[in-house]
């Protein structure tokens, strides 16, 4: 009897080891997710903000802007 609690006890350490180490990759999924986010929307806005150089640029060098 004794061996079959024991058994029991260490079947449910490692059914909670378990669930915290997937709360863990949830956590952390989660945090790469965001991560990912931010990162994907931040080089949106630098290439916006070169999109909008590169135009400024040719307006200003554009023929029509030249003064003789």
Known sequence: MAKS????????????????????????SAMVCTVKENMV???SIENHI???AQFNLEQTLSPQNLVH
């Not at 006890?9 to 956590?27: G, P, R």
């Open 5 to 28: 609690n024991i058994d029991e006890k260490s079947i449910d350490d490692i059914l909670a080891a378990l669930d915290q180490f997937e709360q863990t990759l949830n956590v952390m």
């Open 41 to 43: 929307s931040e080089f």
């Open 50 to 52: 070169e999109d909008i």
